[in-house]
């Protein structure tokens, strides 16, 4: 009897050690970012919205370590020989060919559906008129992600989610003589913060679903419901203020 115990016991053990050692050994998932859709407007200076997510997220992706990420190069070179848009409207047969071509398992993409960013300027003289500064006052930004990965041996959607990212208000002063510095002042911009925050969400989300798979699986889950709660509050406030207006 203890004999056969024992015998469970190695048995149990060594099987354990082999998951342990697979999982360890397992291949990180191959991803293909694909150009995020901006129905926004906003970020048009550097090229738009879904744009700098598309940028940001792909190099963000590759430094993280869980993933490896097809080089956005060889990506659009496919893209093109192949005639497929580079837009995040993918058709099932396009993902599966692309996924084919690149050695990508999934394709992430998505549409920037929400952009906003509350900024002021105001000027501030000096000591008669000289050393006039620009104050810029920033309520903060957000913005708001449809995300989609698709299985590209299946050419469905395998995993759908809407991340948000946020920023804090801010002031900031600099001299009225001094020059903008083009695209770097945007990466200092509340909205290019907005879209960095988004990117960490939705690169943490992957990582918890297609990676980790743990306890953060239910975290996402508890932060989608507040998401969710959030939004329906939102929606009755604007409906009560409409029917308030209608009262007046």
């Known amino acids: 009897m203890n004999r056969h115990i024992f015998s469970k016991t190695r048995t149990c053990s060594f099987t354990l050690l082999l998951a342990l050692a697979h999982a360890a050994c397992a291949a990180p998932p191959v991803l293909a970012v694909i150009k995020f859709q901006d129905e926004t407007g906003g970020m048009f200076l550097s090229g738009g919205v879904g744009?700098?997510?598309?940028?940001?997220?792909t190099s963000e992706l590759a430094a993280r370590g869980s993933f490896n990420v097809v080089e956005r190069q060889k990506l659009r070179q496919v893209m093109e020989e192949q005639d497929l848009s580079l837009s995040g409207r993918i058709e099932p047969q396009a993902s599966i060919a692309i996924g084919r071509l690149t050695g990508a398992q999934y394709l992430v993409t998505g549409t920037v559906t929400a952009f906003e960013e509350d900024v002021t300027q105001r000027v501030k003289s000096g000591f008669l008129g000289a050393?006039?500064?620009?104050?810029?006052?920033?309520?903060?930004?957000?913005?708001?992600?449809?995300?989609?990965?698709i299985d590209t041996t299946t050419g469905e959607i395998?995993?759908?989610?809407?991340?948000?990212?946020r920023t804090e208000g801010s002031v900031k002063s600099r001299r009225m003589d001094e020059q903008e510095a083009?695209?770097?002042?945007?990466?200092?911009g509340p909205d290019a913060r907005a879209v960095r925050g988004?990117?960490?969400?939705?690169?943490?989300?992957?990582?918890?679903?297609?990676?980790?798979r743990d306890a953060c699986v239910a975290q996402f889950a508890e932060k989608e419901a507040q998401r969710v709660a959030r939004t329906r509050a939102a929606i009755r406030t604007d409906a009560d203020a409409a029917e308030a207006q209608k009262g007046e």
């Open 51 to 57: 744009r700098a997510l598309t940028t940001m997220l």
């Open 131 to 149: 050393g006039a500064r620009i104050e810029e006052v920033s309520k903060g930004g957000y913005l708001a992600v449809d995300l989609r990965v």
């Open 158 to 165: 395998r995993h759908a989610r809407t991340v948000e990212g």
């Open 182 to 188: 083009g695209l770097g002042a945007l990466d200092e």
């Open 198 to 212: 988004a990117v960490i969400e939705i690169i943490d989300y992957l990582e918890c679903e297609m990676v980790l």
